[in-house]
């Protein structure tokens, strides 16, 4: 007789064996630059350029404080959803981990709520990129809509014509948008150290001390900052997904991720601690890049134009990685049922152009919403995408402690990447999360709306199960009966009589 620990172990095997050929048909034509700069990129968004002149005004040096701590859950994230990755990389990222250690109800809560986050972030970023080429007077005359659909319909094509054009573009976006912060970066250490004066005034730590300290309003209002701070780190999950089309994902990605910390350290905490040096806190503005405010001091000629090149990149990026992610995440999700059979389709090079085409539709759908419905109405569905991330983010985690979980019952192989500290950081990071979700609740009005929506949405995902669930568990007996084979379901029939509890 088998021992009940192998038993389990055999049939872990079975199962992973299934869900790996989910990830069948893609191309492995990303290299170790891509992955790189996915990993950045997707760490580096708008929320610094555009988003940190208002929080300063709001939590004045303590910024630099919130993105710390936002960045280093960020990396705990990042290091849990390695371990997983190292375990089975996967195209269809969270939602195939989900599967695999939770079931299938768990893929379908997490495939969807990441989709409602991308719907929704996409069509912000495409209303986006229309507003940003308004900047320049020489396009004023020309519709948004023309410069929306524009953009969506050359990033769609790149998407298409097949994951390396994907790669690239997102290599070159996240490209500008780290050599923006390097030349603030090394312009603003060259006066501090050279002691030049800027705007009338020196610049120096005593710019900290003579207005208000380091919590200039308290540490409450720094504290409130943390929910919208986080956000700003929105994406950082879409290098696990980008990894099952790695060349070689077991190298690539502990050294991609391992490169996010010192990177979100450097970038975030760095700028917003050189920003408060040079300048006031409250120099800088809620409408106005901090970058620009800077660079305007020094009489920068066109650096309204350059930092809206790298606003308009952010942009940009962030609907490459909203194609992208979708695409695969809806043809994991239909491979167990989860979503309509028609997103496994795939074109000649290798991409799911299926679920891309369903995710231009609703942008499109969007964007044109975004014209007729109240402001306030599309910030709270907007930031209904919130959630969307939250519960991606939650899941990686869940995840990550059933791995460790199966590693100790011996039903899966171990891992060399892991997350460090856990599970006490596992937890931590379970319980920040819900700290976000508090504190959007006490953000009245839209963070108030966006929390009472969960009830909502939840109804929706129980009545989208129920329009589902016949093929999910048609699909699971079909591919039970195609891998199991004589000896599989003598250990499966052991297993039962022994009660052993299977993944």
Known sequence: MKSTKKTAAEISVAKRRWLDSHDTGYQKAM?????????????????????????????????????LI???????????????????PSSGSFVSYAREFLGEKAAYVAGWMYFVNWAMTGIVDITAVALYMHYWGVFSDIPQWVFALGALAV?????????????????WFALIKVLAIIVFLIVGVVFLITGKSLDG????????????????????????????????FASI??????????????????????????????????????????????????????????????????????????????????LNSGLYSTGRILRSMAMGGSAP??????????????????????????????????????EIVLNVA????????????????????????????????????APVTSWLTL??????????????????????????LAVLLVLGWFGVHRRVHAIEQKESDNLYDNKSREVVDEAARSESPCP
């Open 341 to 378: 059979k028609f997103m496994l389709k795939m074109n000649n090079q290798q991409v799911p152009y299926a679920g891309i085409l369903v995710t231009i539709a609703v942008y499109v759908v969007g964007v044109v919403l975004n014209y007729y419905v109240p402001l306030q109405v599309f």
């Open 155 to 171: 990033i769609g094509t790149m998407n298409m014509i097949g994951v390396r054009w994907f790669a690239e573009m997102e290599f």
């Open 431 to 456: 319980l920040f999360l819900l700290s976000v979700l508090v504190l959007m609740a006490l953000d009245y009005p839209n963070g108030t709306y966006t929390i009472s929506a969960i009830p909502v």
């Open 386 to 421: 919130s959630l969307g991330i939250i519960a991606s983010w939650c899941f990686i985690v869940i995840c990550q402690i059933r791995l460790r979980k199966a590693i100790k019952e011996g039903k899966v192989d171990d891992v060399s990447f892991k997350l460090p500290g």
């Open 237 to 318: 999950e879409l290098v696990g997904i980008a990894a099952g089309e790695c060349k070689d994902p077991t190298t690539m990605l502990p050294k991609a991720i391992n490169s996010v910390i010192w990177r979100i350290g450097l970038f975030y905490v760095g700028s917003v601690i050189l920003l408060v040096l040079l300048l006031p806190w409250n120099a800088y503005q809620a409408e106005q890049s901090p970058f620009v405010t800077f660079f305007s001091k020094l009489e920068v000629p066109y650096v309204g134009s350059i930092m809206n090149i790298v606003v308009l990149s952010a942009a940009l990026s962030s």
């Open 31 to 67: 290299n170790n630059r891509h992955v790189q700069m996915i990993a950045i990129g997707g760490a580096i968004g708008t929320g610094l350029f555009l988003g940190a002149g208002g929080r300063l005004q709001a939590a004045g040096p303590a910024l630099a404080l919130i993105y």
């Open 201 to 232: 005034n020196a610049t120096g730590f005593y710019l900290i001390t003579d207005n208000g300290g380091f919590f200039p309003h308290g540490l409450l209002p720094a504290l409130v900052l943390v929910q919208g701070v986080v956000f700003a």
């Open 70 to 88: 936002c960045g280093i859950f960020s990396f705990f994230i990042l290091r849990a959803l390695g371990e997983l990755v190292l375990h089975r």
